[in-house]
């Protein structure tokens, strides 16, 4: 999708189906047991959310979206907190271009928007900010979504196939994307993988 398409769905009063208003459940499980730490980048925030969680936990985190809009409420919204995390209006696809090193990246539904070039180009992409032994916790639709509305189902082995080069996946867990009312459900089958650079 281009940059006027993503923008869009955040300039309506009705929220995109995933700004949920708050962190994912599974991010916030992943923060309750110290996990989101470090120098974190969350890979396409939205308004932030998700990154606001890690820095609210003691991370120092960034937050990257394609999405002009998006940035700005999330910048809006680490004000109203009080919460210095760094936002940025970049292209998921060219990371390296933010001169900056992580030892974590979050995923909250940025890979299953991507054709299969488009993941190689991602994955090449985290790589390049992602530090050697550094973990990524990648959260995509997953194809036990019955239907075929919404975002691309992803297969556990497109996961592994994905991350094959450099990289190392220590888990793949059933997950829950909650999602706004609206589409006939609050939820959505998800993967939650948790891959390790190499």
């Not at 993503?6 to 994912?24: F, K, N, V």
């Not at 730490?37 to 960034?62: F, K, S, V």
């Not at 189902?153 to 996946?169: H, M, P």
């Amino acid at each position: 999708m281009t940059v006027p398409s993503w923008d869009q769905a955040y300039a309506s009063s009705a929220p995109a189906p995933w700004d949920i208003g708050r962190p994912q459940p599974a991010f916030v499980r992943l923060a309750d047991g110290g996990q989101l730490c470090g120098r974190l980048l969350d890979a396409g925030c939205g308004t932030g959310e998700n990154t606001l969680l890690a820095a609210a936990r003691g991370a120092d985190a960034a937050g990257v979206d394609i999405s002009p809009r998006a940035i700005a409420q999330a910048r809006e919204k680490a004000a109203g907190r009080g919460l210095a995390v760094r936002f940025e209006v970049a292209d998921a696809l060219n990371l390296g271009q933010l001169g900056m090193a992580f030892d974590m990246v979050i995923d909250s539904g940025l890979f299953h928007v991507f054709d299969d070039q488009g993941r190689v180009q991602y994955v090449t992409s985290l790589a390049s900010v992602l530090q050697p032994g550094g973990t990524c916790y990648l959260m995509c639709f997953s194809d036990r979504q019955p239907g075929d509305f919404g975002p691309r189902r992803v297969r556990q082995d497109e996961l592994t196939s994905a991350f094959s080069d450099g990289w190392t996946i220590t888990d793949i867990a059933a997950a829950t994307f909650e999602i706004n009312p609206g589409l006939g459900s609050t939820t959505a089958e998800a993967w939650l993988a948790t891959i390790r650079r190499l």
